[in-house]
């Protein structure tokens, strides 16, 4: 596999790399201390190196270093963040003490942004940007847990507690009902496929969290709409690391060991409290009921899950070599899950070469990213099978017609709960993914036009998963389906190829010292995908014949796009910001294929006029606002202009010749569909006070969705059905954010810092079908079995509760099946839709987070924690409980404790009861860590201990109040982990 070899290449260099570093002269030795110019303070950490070399140190405790330069006439180059950085002749001295003065551009950080950087003082939009000094700390295998909570307006959800599992991001909540709400991702310059292949739990598993340099995160159309029909739901921006030209040659390896178990399980009931139910209600069920019930008090959650052992290695070489940085880093991550036969494997290597030449009027970038991973899966099904699995009996029983499991089949009850150990235990589920991302970049500044640079990026993606998923004949999963054993292989491949160019103007221009930066580029991108399945039996017998279902697909769709962005300064106080895109998508029609994105901003630096440039106290205050226009073009379906015929499913065969057939259908579609749109106004207010010492942002805005997708009845004969998936609807959302960091103690041994971010967001519908009609209910979510429980409505919240009211006793408990007849038609009121009422959603009024690190001389302490206010969750675990079906035919079957609250005999799935106030607030890590500098004059070395997901208040009686869309039906739970971690640097 090229992939594999590209990683074991990957070894070779970094070996090679670290004997390159070591190998340096033993001549001449020069000493000194670093001070601060301004408080003559010594300067811990400060970087020394030999320029153009490899060679290289940092200051110690006090100060001071010792370096062995090749020659006395080298140059010795001093570089420490917040200062100047400062070069210094040898001239055969034997000591130099440098003094090195504070940067006049420490607020001035660059910040990466859509085809090129600015700087921050200079952003005209609204734009979040995170770097890895503040990413959170732990256990952490995916880019997108180093940022939860560090960002307002981003809410990220973790889909589970399993290994290498992924996660949920939205930025100023979704824009769309029925295409993508997911944002565009953006790695090293090259934007990603947001579809994954099979096998692969999370699309940013090829990144190694300890590549990464920073992440910009692009929230308002302003600021992504250079991205055009792709941005609607904001833009994330990901750097990885890279050396610099003159970079001392460095090696760091990092290892992080950890613990994790489960933090609790769902409360049920034990096998002594089922018996006793059982008889107190022998009424109910019969006596001959009661004899089925065993002996045994197993615990099934607690057999499903054990305390994991993982561990995290990554190795990193950087340095420079004359005029070629370069950085080369190798990761191995083996994670074990809570839960038994759940497992991941990743190896991970990348590469990264940026040589400037032409006396750094070239330069080039190389990017080499390359992963494998492992995955074994295991049945998280069996978590549905614990809860409901009889309590009063044994794991084991010997019967040989289930390898010795005990099963409900065995004693002809084919429909009992499946032993949820044996379930989870003989699923073969696994899967192989390996993903190589590269891309060639090439930045020129044109000699014949000063300030004109061109920029040309060439990108490849390559990801493929195969695997498999099998059980044998004699382990029945939760109910045994139409095979007899199952036989699942899976494979699927994603390609996407890129091409941007563009050239970039910068001048300074004469009236009202004024600047100019103009941009104007080309992009286009192919993605291809493909992948089939094959699903059979695993064993054949004459009542149960053999059985087969076989599926393929292959596609693909082509992006082309112009765009431009122009910035202009005026007295480096007004600021205005004009961009365009201009995009045209192979899946639409040609007269809907391109469309034209645009956006405006301005920003006035108050601070920089006169009656406030002298005002000590305000270091920064800084007014934004900004319109634009964003697309969705991810629509799930790259042909959905299109007539295509699909062949029936097994089940929808046609005779023919006596014998059942598979044919083609048509599917319906719309030639007119085209991308939805989404409009963003945006206030904003950037401020610092005290030297920054106080400093953040306040945003104001409102987005608005037009040509919202949704599926409309149609008139039959109109089309090949009678719905179809149209552009009819509009939503908006509407909101603000707060951002504020505040440093209260900053000394030379102590450093206090302390973040905080809050957000608001109000979503609602405003239109969802072709012409108004005051009579229709919503588009419904539920089932047959359960009831609808969710609706979406004009005027309300997406995904809103649809349930009817609980009325309750004087004592204040539910009355079963009593509810308040909201439509005054009497009748059955249990289920109508009639007479159900929207009963909050599952989206939070107010999200915060927060932030606080403390240093004490080489100590430090950190915490993240995270609150969401006025989340609502369907306990569907707890509303699937009553008293008539813990019997069921031939097995008993066991529910959740609350079932003692409510009492119901019969299930009340729309009751309103079952609608709780999930509001948390979440300790997501707490690290503590001390640096040991200058180890043997070489290496620093830092320990660390991290807490992971600590604790959590809530209110919700669940297992935990975090459920992605809001429905709780049991999942793999996030664990409680501790890590300790050791890091070197040579």
């Known amino acids: 596999m090229k992939i594999k070899s590209f990683l074991r290449s990957m070894v070779v260099m970094l070996t090679l790399l670290i004997h390159q570093g070591l190998a340096f002269g033993q001549g001449l030795?020069?000493?000194?201390?670093?001070?601060?110019?301004?408080?003559?303070?010594?300067?811990?950490?400060?970087?020394?190196?030999?320029?153009?070399?490899?060679?290289?140190?940092?200051?110690?405790?006090?100060?001071?270093?010792?370096?062995?330069?090749?020659?006395?006439?080298?140059?010795?180059?001093?570089?420490?963040?917040?200062?100047?950085?400062?070069?210094?002749?040898?001239?055969?001295?034997?000591?130099?003490?440098?003094?090195?003065?504070?940067?006049?551009?420490?607020?001035?950080?660059?910040?990466?942004?859509?085809?090129?950087?600015?700087?921050?003082?200079?952003?005209?939009?609204?734009?979040?940007?995170?770097?890895?000094?503040?990413?959170?700390?732990?256990?952490?295998?995916?880019?997108?847990?180093?940022?939860?909570?560090?960002?307002?307006?981003?809410?990220?959800?973790?889909?589970?507690?399993?290994?290498?599992?992924?996660?949920?991001?939205?930025?100023?909540?979704?824009?769309?009902?029925?295409?993508?709400?997911?944002?565009?991702?953006?790695?090293?310059?090259?934007?990603?496929?947001?579809?994954?292949?099979?096998?692969?739990?999370?699309?940013?598993?090829?990144?190694?969290?300890?590549?990464?340099?920073?992440?910009?995160?692009?929230?308002?159309?302003?600021?992504?709409s250079i991205y055009g029909s792709r941005a609607s739901n904001g833009v994330i921006l990901i750097t990885t690391k890279k050396a610099k030209e003159g970079s001392p040659f460095r090696v760091s390896y990092n290892v992080n060991t950890s613990l994790s178990s489960a933090i609790k399980f769902i409360d049920v009931y034990s096998g002594d409290e089922l018996r006793q139910i059982a008889y107190d209600k022998r009424d109910l069920y019969g006596e001959d009921k009661l004899l089925l019930l065993g002996s045994e008090n197993t615990n099934w959650q607690k057999e499903l899950f054990r305390t994991a052992f993982s561990q995290d290695h990554s190795i990193a070489v950087s340095g420079s070599t004359k005029h070629l940085p370069y950085q080369a880093t190798f990761g191995y991550t083996n994670q074990s899950g809570i839960m038994k036969n759940t497992d991941m494997q990743r190896t991970t290597g990348s590469i990264t070469l940026n040589p400037s030449f032409l006396n750094n009027t070239l330069n080039i970038t190389v990017n080499a990213k390359g992963m494998s991973t492992k995955h074994n899966f295991g049945d998280e099904g069996a978590l549905g099978s614990a809860l409901n699995m009889d309590p009063t009996q044994p794991i084991y029983d010997g019967n040989d017609l289930s390898k010795g499991y005990y099963q409900w089949e065995n004693y002809g009850a084919n429909l009992g709960t499946p032993n949820p150990v044996q379930q989870l235990m003989d699923v073969d589920n696994k899967s192989d993914v390996v993903r190589f991302m590269g891309n060639f970049q090439v930045n020129y500044k044109l000699p014949f036009v000063e300030g004109l640079q061109a920029n040309l990026n060439m990108a490849t993606d390559y990801n493929k998963g195969e695997g498999h998923n099998n059980r044998p004949?004699?382990?029945?999963?939760?109910?045994?389906?139409?095979?007899?054993?199952?036989?699942?292989?899976?494979?699927?491949?994603?390609?996407?190829?890129?091409?941007?160019?563009?050239?970039n103007y910068n001048t300074e221009l004469g009236f009202l010292s004024s600047k100019l930066d103009a941009t104007a580029g080309y992009s286009w991108q192919h993605f291809e995908r493909e992948g089939e399945s094959f699903t059979r039996s695993q064993l054949v017998t004459p009542s149960w014949p053999y059985r087969e279902e076989k599926s393929s697909y292959i596609t693909e769709n082509y992006l082309v796009s112009f765009f431009g962005r122009v910035n202009y300064s005026i007295l480096d106080r007004y600021l205005f910001t004009a961009t365009v895109r201009y995009d045209g998508s192979s899946r639409f029609a040609e007269g809907n294929r391109w469309g034209l994105f645009p956006s405006a901003a301005f920003a006035w630096k108050i601070k920089e006029e006169s009656f406030l440039k002298n005002v000590d106290l305000i270091s920064?205050?800084?007014?934004?606002?900004?319109?634009?226009?964003?697309?969705?073009?991810?629509?799930?379906?790259?042909?959905?202009?299109?007539?295509?015929?699909?062949?029936?499913?097994?089940?929808?065969?046609?005779?023919?010749?006596?014998?059942?057939?598979?044919?083609?259908?048509?599917?319906?579609?719309?030639?007119?569909?085209?991308?939805?749109?989404?409009?963003?106004?945006?206030i904003g207010i950037d401020f610092g006070f005290l030297n920054n010492r106080i400093n953040g942002s306040f945003d104001l805005y409102n987005r608005e969705t037009k040509d919202l997708l949704n599926v409309v009845n149609i008139p039959s004969g109109s089309n090949f059905s009678n719905v179809l998936l149209t552009n009819v609807g509009s939503l908006e959302n509407k909101g603000f954010e707060v951002a504020l960091n505040v440093v209260p103690v900053s000394t030379k041994d102590m450093n206090l810092t302390i973040g905080f971010n809050l957000t608001y967001n109000k979503n609602k519908i405003t239109k969802l079908l072709m012409s108004d009609d005051p009579n229709f209910i919503g588009i419904l979510y539920g089932d047959a079995f359960t009831g609808q429980k969710q609706v979406t409505r004009v005027g309300e919240a997406a995904y809103s509760f649809f349930v009817n009211k609980q009325v309750y006793d004087g004592n204040g408990n539910p009355i079963e099946g009593l509810y308040v007849d909201l439509s005054g038609e009497g009748g059955v009121v249990n289920g109508d839709n009639a007479d159900k009422y929207i009963y909050h959603n599952p989206n939070p009024d107010y999200l915060m987070g927060f932030n606080i690190r403390f240093s004490y001389k080489n100590f430090d302490i950190s915490t993240s924690s995270r609150a969401s206010i006025g989340n609502y969750v369907y306990n569907g675990i707890a509303a699937g409980a009553s008293y008539d079906q813990m019997y069921q035919i031939g097995y008993w079957k066991n529910f959740t404790t609350q079932l003692s609250d409510t009492r119901f005999v019969k299930r009340q799935f729309t009751s309103d009861y079952f609608v709780e106030n999930a509001s948390f607030l979440k300790v997501d890590h707490i690290t503590a860590g001390y640096n040991f500098n200058n180890i043997l004059n070489k290496v620093n070395l830092r320990i660390s201990f991290t807490v992971q997901n600590a604790f959590t208040f809530t209110k919700y009686k669940g297992i935990d109040p975090e459920v992605n869309g809001g429905v709780d039906y049991s999942f793999y739970p996030r664990p409680r982990t501790f890590m300790l971690g050791l890091g070197f640097t040579f």
Request: no cysteine; net charge negative.
């Open 29 to 224: 030795t020069v000493t000194g201390t670093v001070t601060d110019a301004a408080t003559k303070e010594p300067l811990p950490g400060v970087s020394v190196f030999v320029k153009g070399t490899t060679i290289g140190t940092t200051t110690d405790l006090a100060g001071k270093y010792s370096i062995k330069p090749q020659s006395a006439n080298d140059v010795l180059v001093f570089s420490f963040v917040g200062f100047e950085t400062y070069e210094a002749p040898i001239n055969g001295r034997s000591t130099i003490d440098v003094d090195l003065a504070v940067s006049t551009k420490v607020i001035d950080e660059v910040v990466v942004i859509g085809y090129g950087t600015v700087k921050k003082t200079d952003l005209t939009a609204s734009v979040a940007s995170v770097s890895s000094k503040d990413f959170n700390k732990g256990a952490i295998t995916s880019p997108q847990e180093l940022l939860v909570g560090k960002a307002a307006g981003v809410v990220i959800t973790t889909s589970s507690g399993a290994p290498g599992s992924g996660a949920t991001i939205r930025i100023r909540g979704g824009s769309s009902l029925n295409a993508s709400n997911d944002p565009l991702l953006i790695i090293d310059g090259v934007p990603i496929d947001n579809s994954n292949v099979s096998g692969s739990s999370n699309l940013l598993s090829f990144l190694n969290p300890n590549d990464i340099e920073s992440v910009t995160i692009l929230k308002d159309a302003a600021s992504a």
């Open 473 to 503: 004949f004699y382990s029945p999963n939760t109910l045994r389906d139409q095979y007899l054993g199952r036989l699942n292989d899976y494979n699927s491949t994603n390609k996407n190829n890129l091409l941007d160019f563009y050239l």
């Open 620 to 682: 920064d205050l800084k007014f934004r606002l900004s319109w634009g226009v964003t697309g969705q073009q991810d629509i799930f379906n790259d042909y959905p202009a299109q007539a295509r015929y699909i062949a029936s499913s097994e089940g929808s065969y046609y005779p023919i010749d006596g014998e059942f057939r598979p044919t083609l259908r048509p599917n319906a579609y719309d030639p007119d569909i085209k991308w939805e749109e989404t409009t963003t106004q945006n």
